[in-house]
């Protein structure tokens, strides 16, 4: 992991030996919210060009961009989005997943909290005998505040992470290798995820 002024860079190498490398940056303007002409593939590879100008020759970010399949680069926009107060549903129509609380992306738990819906929904369903009126009431009450936690955890890593503030960035580049490796972090984080998990882990009726 890198942490720098307003940088962030991750990678994974999966059992295969394949790298996965992220950079994430501040862009100079805002990305547009609609429209595709930013993420075709000419600018993808124009905006990798500009990004690793910021880096010195010697950092290894330029070694893995060289050695990067060039049809495999992935370009697009993080967008925060306010979570929704007045309910998830309309008549016949539920929304689950990122539908209704789409997140960032800084503590990978988007496609968690969209299995969690499903199962929440079902859940209600099933107790409300299929009436859709209060089984929907009922579900968003059981998410809105878990899905409000996790989607606020991504929004603050990711100020954090992102800051340029010299202080903040110094903080951030110091503390996050330290909660890393301490436990403090993966405690805080299964406390979240598994302790506070709103659904049971037990398998469910007739399974
Ligand atoms: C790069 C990246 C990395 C991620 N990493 C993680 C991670 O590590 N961990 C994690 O938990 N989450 C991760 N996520 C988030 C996760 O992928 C999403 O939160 C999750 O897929 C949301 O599931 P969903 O079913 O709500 O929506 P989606 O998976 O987006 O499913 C919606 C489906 O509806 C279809 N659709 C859209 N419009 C229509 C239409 N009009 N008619 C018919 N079909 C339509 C779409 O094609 C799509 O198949 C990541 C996301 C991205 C982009």
Redo the contacts with the bound molecule.
């Keep these: 992991m890198y942490i720098d002024r307003g940088d962030f860079i991750t990678c994974q190498i999966g059992n295969k030996g394949e790298m996965m490398w992220v950079a994430t940056y501040h862009p100079d303007a805002p990305p547009p919210a609609s429209g595709d002409v930013e993420w075709i593939e000419v600018n993808t590879k124009r905006e990798l060009q500009s990004q690793l100008k910021r880096f010195p020759k010697s950092h290894p970010v330029h070694e893995c961009a060289a050695a990067n399949n060039k049809k495999r680069l992935l370009h697009f926009g993080l967008y925060y989005r306010q979570h929704r107060r007045d309910g998830w549903h309309r008549g016949r129509i539920c929304l689950?997943?990122?539908?209704c609380h789409a997140?960032l992306?800084y503590v990978?738990?988007?496609?968690?909290?969209?299995i969690e819906d499903a199962v929440s929904l079902a859940t209600c369903l099933e107790k409300h005998h299929f009436f859709m009126e209060p089984a929907f009431q009922e579900y968003y009450k059981q998410r809105y505040d878990r899905t409000r936690r996790v989607v606020n955890s991504a929004r603050y890593l990711g100020l954090l992470l992102h800051s340029q503030n010299p202080v903040i960035s110094f903080i951030a580049k110091r503390l996050g290798p330290v909660m890393i490796q301490s436990n403090v972090l993966m405690t805080m984080t299964e406390n979240e995820f598994y302790n506070k998990c709103p659904i049971s882990m037990k398998p469910l009726k007739g399974e």
């Design positions: 689950l997943g990122d539908s997140t992306p990978g738990q988007g496609a968690n909290m969209a």
